[in-house]
Nanobody, 127 residues
Framework: QVQLVESGGGLVQAGGSLRVSCAAS????????MGWFRQAPGKEREFVAA???????????SYADPVKGRFIISRDNGKNTMYLQMNSLKPEDTAVYYC?????????????????WGQGTQVTVSS
């Protein structure tokens, strides 16, 4: 069982930066594919970014098109923590951001493939 807790959300002006974190419990964090999703009011939850577990080849990452070049996903297995650095924020990035863990091992953008979820953290970008 893995418990996930997000932090670091808040209010920022357009063009600014924010870093959200996801702290995980459990010894198996390093084996999970981890992802960030977001959900704006009245919209479905959507994929933002994912990062693979660490292998001898390193890690791989995947990003949704709207955030490519602006957001960076990373993980620190020693701290059982995942991060999402968000730069050049836009008002359309406003949403509740959720971290999620996928114990299946495959990189995926499919929300249904993720087994564990945090409670979410609000990110609001003002224009």
């Amino acid at each position: 069982q893995v418990q996930l807790v997000e932090s670091g959300g808040g209010l920022v002006q357009a063009g600014g930066s924010l870093r959200v974190s996801c702290a995980a419990s459990g010894r198996t964090f390093r084996t999970y594919v981890m992802g960030w999703f977001r959900q704006a009011p009245g919209k479905e939850r959507e994929f933002v970014a994912a990062i693979s577990s660490i292998s001898r080849f390193g890690t791989s990452t995947s990003y949704a098109d709207p955030v490519k070049g602006r957001f960076i996903i990373s993980r620190d297995n020693g701290k059982n923590t995942m991060y999402l650095q968000m730069n050049s924020l836009k008002p359309e990035d406003t949403a509740v951001y959720y971290c999620a863990g996928n114990m299946g091992g495959a990189m995926t953008t499919d929300v249904l493939r993720y087994n564990y979820w945090g409670q979410g953290t609000q990110v609001t970008v003002s224009s």
